[in-house]
């Protein structure tokens, strides 16, 4: 028994922190770019920097409560700035950050091919309850497009690697 419990047991279980500055900024910048970049720059609009960030904190923190309400307030303060209906990202986010951080406890997510994966893998995850709300419960008239979630969700995999190594500079062992 013990030899099962010391298998799942991951060598290095560090849980980080961060300033304030950093805390509140960066989400705060990633919602900035993420709303007023694609106005110019339209192929800005596939990048999920509010998404990434969520995530990021998410496994960097390693606690539930922590994820959730990181996606939950990122997520509401991204859909009050947006003209949809209100709690639209918010629920996405909070259901992505409540899974980031669980998973952070089961495996390596310093690793970038572990990151692009997650990343990946809960990119899916947001835009699939994005549309399920906004289409039973708002009414919107939203359609899965695969070939464009798979494509954006391998852009913002490979740039989570990128924006994941840069956060990691500001984080400080607890």
């Known amino acids: 028994m ?9 060598a290095d279980e560090s849980v980080y922190r961060f ?3 950093v805390t509140v900024g960066v989400p705060l910048l990633a919602i900035f770019l993420r709303v007023f970049l694609p106005i110019r720059f339209h192929f800005f609009s596939w990048f999920e920097l509010p998404l990434l960030v969520v995530i990021y904190f998410a496994m ?3 606690n539930q409560v922590a994820g959730l309400m990181t996606g939950a307030i990122i997520g509401l303060v991204q859909d009050s700035l947006t003209q949809l209906p209100i709690g639209i990202y918010g629920l996405a986010n909070t259901i992505v950050g409540y899974g980031a951080s669980s998973l952070s406890v089961k495996i390596d997510t310093d690793n970038p091919g572990s990151r692009a994966l997650i990343t990946f893998g809960f990119y899916l995850l947001h835009q699939f309850i994005y549309i399920a709300v906004a289409r039973g419960m708002v009414r919107l008239d939203l359609q899965w497009q695969w070939h464009r979630v798979l494509l954006i969700g391998l852009v913002n995999a490979a740039l989570a690697i990128v924006l994941f190594s840069v956060l990691d500079r500001f984080r400080e062992k607890m």
């Open 2 to 10: 013990r030899a099962a419990v010391a298998q799942t047991m991951r």
């Open 19 to 21: 300033n304030g500055f």
């Open 60 to 62: 960097a923190r390693r």
